[in-house]
């Protein structure tokens, strides 16, 4: 069941987030949000 579980959101995760669909211009509907690392890029300074 586990492996079953890991598998399916690998796919998900690829689907919603790598996998560009046709009807949005051949982008992935949900990108991966990009997170600055460093304090200073992120304003927190």
Known sequence: LKEVQILTEMWRREYNTI???GSL???PPAPE???P???EAAGLT
Request: net charge positive.
């Open 25 to 27: 211009g051949y982008r």
């Open 37 to 39: 690392t460093v304090p």
């Open 33 to 35: 949000t990009f997170m």
């Open 19 to 21: 996998r560009p669909h």
